[in-house]
């Protein structure tokens, strides 16, 4: 989000977090969630709803007409909050919901002590799409249908990730608004880790690192970047050896394979 909406969306995150500190938080990220995928679907609501020219109060007093009584307390206020705001796109109010529901689901975990467990759940989750070209096919497609994909989920994943966990992944699968799951699922993790203001390494080695390497390598990174780095680690055999650091944009590549490749680009220059 740039500009106006970057400003709107501070102003709803704040009434976001007056009305989540005595709410049910599983039932707000699925109301969140709910809302912004019917906002796309229907795009003259939500053009009405986003239209900077009619009038805030007018707004607010349609969106608890038409989500009174079907959506928890909590969410409609978050609701009525986003669609009193002006935003750079209309398409901008269905992110800010969907940002917000996923904040509410990190919550959750940080509330029952399984923020970490989330964390590394959804990265796993994403290497296991990653590998699986026939289980992310089936995942993105929009013609298959969102409780199809709701079974599938909850057969591979039930009973071995946190409930939070199902939760977000199915909810992010019954509709990726667009985008790809990848791309959905890393700005999720980003999210989650911004929950407790960290932010988050893909670590990927030839293999695993011990305890005290994650803890030096761990130590280093805060030293360096100044915030808590989540590791989400990786044995991958063709860095040869050493290892490869992505974090965002940056990559921290020490690998032999790396090494060989910064050669060769040499060599052809």
């Known amino acids: 989000m ?4 970057r400003t709107s969306f501070a102003a709803v995150e704040e009434r976001f977090n007056a009305v989540a500190a005595a709410a049910d938080l599983g039932r707000l990220a699925e109301d969140l ?7 796309d679907g229907e795009h003259a609501l939500r053009r009405n709803l986003s239209d900077p020219a009619r009038p805030a109060g007018q707004k607010a007093g349609v969106t608890r007409s038409l989500l009174g009584g079907k959506v928890s307390d909590a969410a409609l206020e978050v609701v009525a909050a986003a669609v009193s705001e002006r935003w750079s796109r209309s398409g901008d109010l269905s992110d800010a919901l ?9 919550a959750d975990a940080e509330s029952r002590e399984m923020l970490d467990d ?29 409780d199809a994909k709701s079974g599938l989920l909850a057969g591979l994943l039930e ?28 700005e999720y993790i980003r999210l989650v880790a911004e929950q407790r203001q960290q932010l ?8 695993p ?15 360096t970047y100044g915030r808590d ?31 060989i490749e910064e050669v060769r680009r040499r060599l052809a220059g």
């Open 2 to 5: 740039r500009g106006l909406s």
């Open 229 to 259: 780095v989540h590791l989400n680690t990786e044995v991958d055999p063709r860095v040869i050896g050493g290892f490869s650091v992505r974090l965002g944009d940056e990559m921290i590549d020490t690998t032999i394979a790396g090494r």
């Open 98 to 106: 969907e940002r917000l529901s996923v904040v509410a689901a990190a």
């Open 33 to 39: 969630h709910a809302v912004a995928v019917l906002l």
């Open 159 to 186: 009973g071995k990730v946190t409930p939070v966990t199902l939760g977000m992944v199915t909810r992010l699968v019954g509709s990726t608004r667009g985008r790809s799951l990848e791309a959905s699922l890393e």
């Open 118 to 146: 989330v964390e590394d759940e959804l990265f796993r989750f994403g290497r296991i799409v990653e590998a699986n070209p026939r289980l992310r096919m089936v995942l993105a497609d929009v013609a298959v249908p969102a």
């Open 200 to 207: 988050v390494a893909v670590v990927r080695s030839a293999v």
């Open 209 to 223: 690192l011990t305890d005290a390497q994650k803890r030096r390598l761990a130590d280093w990174l805060r030293s």
